[in-house]
C-alpha cells in the first residue's frame, strides 16, 4: 500500500486548503483513514479521521473548521481545511488505519509522506 498526500502550501490565517491522499491497492474501501499533523519537536497530532462506513472522528481543535470525506471510487481521501489558523502550521500525513483507537498513531500501519501546510498571520 502507498499514500500520496498532496495539496499542501502557503496560505493566509483565515483562508482554506484542500489536501488529498491518494492510495493505491484494492481495498482502500475496507479501512478507515485518517489525518495527522507534526510540528518538530513535537508529536504527532491526530486531526481527522473516517470509517470505512463514513463516520468521521475530530479533535476540537479542529472541529467545525476541518472536513474529511472520500471517494472510494477514486481510493482517495479529503482534508478541507477551512478558517486557518497559523497554529495549523505542521507536516500533514495520512495513513491508514489497521485497527484500534482512531485518535492513536499505533492504529496505523501505512503512512503517506506529509504535505506541508504553513498559514501566515
Known amino acids: 500500500v502507498q499514500l500520496q498526500a498532496s495539496g499542501g502550501g502557503l496560505v493566509q490565517a483565515g483562508g482554506c486548503l484542500r489536501l488529498s491522499c491518494a492510495a493505491s491497492g484494492r481495498t482502500f474501501s475496507k479501512y478507515g483513514m485518517g489525518w495527522f499533523r507534526q510540528v518538530p519537536g513535537k508529536e504527532r497530532e491526530f486531526v481527522a479521521a473516517?470509517?470505512?462506513?463514513?463516520?468521521?472522528y475530530y479533535p476540537d481543535s479542529v472541529k467545525g473548521r476541518f472536513t474529511i470525506s472520500r471517494d472510494n471510487a477514486k481510493n482517495t481521501v479529503y482534508l478541507q481545511m477551512n478558517s486557518l489558523k497559523p497554529e495549523d502550521t505542521a507536516l500533514y500525513y495520512c495513513?491508514?488505519?489497521?485497527?484500534?483507537?482512531?485518535?492513536?498513531?499505533?492504529?496505523?500501519?501505512?503512512w503517506g509522506q506529509g504535505t506541508l501546510v504553513t498559514v501566515s498571520s
Open positions: 473516517i470509517s470505512w462506513s463514513g463516520n468521521t
Open positions: 495513513a491508514r488505519r489497521n485497527s484500534g483507537n482512531y485518535y492513536y498513531t499505533d492504529s496505523y500501519d501505512y
